[in-house]
C-alpha cells in the first residue's frame, strides 16, 4: 500500500496495522540462518569470466589474469568452513537455508547433498555470485533456469527460495513468479515482517546482521562483536514479537564465519537462541509456506 498513488514504492508496509504473532507453537520470533554458498560462482578469469571478483578480507582486484590468491580465499569456505558451520548447526539441531550459486552445485554437488541430508534447504542465489540489475529480461530469466535445474540435478530436491546477490532486477519477482517453482524471494530489505504479493511470498532479508560485515570497513572484527550485535537484534524483534508478527534473518558465509576465529559468533548465537522459549528457527521455504498458510487471506 502507497498514500500516492503515482509512487512505485511503498513507504508505509504494515504500519498500523501489523499481522499479529502466527509462527508454529505460538513462539515469538522466526529465526532464519541464510548461510550463502558462492565458492568457485565468484568472477573468476581463470573459470573464463571477463574479470576477477574484488570483495574479501582485501579489496584488490588482479586485472588480466587469474587471481589465484581469491580462488584460494574462496575455497577455504568449502575445505573448511562448511565442516565447521554444519557442526555448529548440528550441535543444537538447527536446520538452515543454504542459499547456492548455480555454478557452485556444479562444481561441489557433495556440499548441498550433505547440506539436504542433515535436513537443511538449498535455495538458489544466481548462476554466479553476481547482480542481477542490468540483467536483459531473457537473460535473467535463462540464468534463473539455469540455477534452478543445476540446484534440483545436485540435490535431487527443488528449490523453492531465491536471493539475489545485492541489487535484483525490475523483472526478478515476475521472473520468479512465471518459473512457477519458486514459493518466495529475500530480495527486499525493507521490514522484519513477510509479505506477499498474490501467492508469492517475499522474505525480509538484511545486511547489518550479517558476517560480511566482518570486511574491511564492515565493523565487525572480534567473533563477539558479531555475536553481540546480531543477540541484540534478537532481543528486541523478540520482544516485539509478543505483540505482532516478527523474523529474524542472520546471513553468513562459508569463507567468512567459517574462519577459526570467527566461528565462536555462530556457536555462541545458536546456544543464546536455542536457550530462550518461544522462538522458531527453520529453513526460509518453511516461514515462507507457514506465512502463505495463515496470511495468505491479506495479499
Known amino acids: 500500500m502507497t498514500d500516492h498513488p503515482a509512487d512505485r514504492r511503498d513507504f508505509r508496509g504494515y504500519f ?15 529465526v532464519s540462518f541464510v548461510v550463502n554458498v558462492e565458492e568457485g560462482a565468484e568472477y573468476s578469469i581463470g573459470d573464463g569470466d571477463a574479470r576477477n571478483e574484488s570483495t574479501y578480507e582485501i579489496r584488490e582486484e588482479v586485472e588480466h589474469a587469474p587471481d589465484l590468491c581469491m580462488e584460494t580465499h574462496f575455497a577455504y569456505g568449502t575445505r573448511q568452513g562448511y565442516a565447521r558451520i554444519a557442526r555448529a548447526f548440528g550441535r543444537v539441531g538447527a536446520r538452515a537455508t543454504f542459499s547456492t550459486c548455480g555454478r557452485v552445485a556444479e562444481r561441489a554437488p557433495w556440499l548441498l547433498q550433505d547440506a539436504v541430508a542433515h535436513g537443511h534447504e538449498v ?13 536483459d529480461r531473457a537473460a535473467e530469466e535463462a540464468v534463473i533456469a539455469r540455477t534452478h535445474a543445476a540446484i534440483t540435478r545436485a540435490c535431487g530436491v527443488a528449490p523453492v527460495g ?26 527486499a530489505y525493507d521490514d522484519d515482517i513477510p509479505r506477499m504479493e498474490g501467492g508469492h511470498v517475499i ?45 529474524l534473518s542472520i546471513g553468513l558465509h562459508l569463507r567468512l564465519i567459517g574462519r577459526p576465529g570467527r566461528i565462536a559468533a555462530l556457536e555462541q ?16 521455504r518453511d516461514i515462507a509456506a507457514r506465512w502463505a498458510d495463515t496470511q495468505g487471506a491479506r495479499a
Not at 535455495?123 to 540483467?135: D, P, T
Not at 538484511?206 to 532481543?235: H, K, L
Open 16 to 30: 498500523g496495522a501489523e499481522p499479529a504473532p502466527c509462527w508454529p507453537g505460538d513462539a515469538r520470533l522466526a
Open 123 to 135: 535455495s538458489c542465489h544466481g548462476w554466479l555470485w553476481e547482480r542481477h540489475a542490468n540483467m
Open 162 to 187: 531465491w536471493h539475489t546477490r545485492s541489487s535484483s532486477s525490475v523483472n526478478t519477482r515476475d521472473l520468479l513468479k512465471a518459473h512457477g517453482d519458486f514459493l518466495y524471494d529475500s530480495d
Open 203 to 247: 522474505l525480509p532479508y538484511a545486511f547489518d546482521t550479517n558476517d560480511m560485515r566482518f570486511s574491511p570497513g564492515g565493523g565487525f572484527v572480534q567473533a563477539r562483536d558479531f555475536a553481540d550485535y546480531v543477540i541484540g537484534a534478537f532481543e528486541r524483534l523478540y520482544d516485539e514479537g509478543a505483540e505482532a508478527a516478527r523474523m
Open 269 to 284: 548465537l545458536l546456544d543464546h537462541i536455542t536457550s530462550r522459549e518461544g522462538v522458531w528457527i527453520a529453513p526460509r
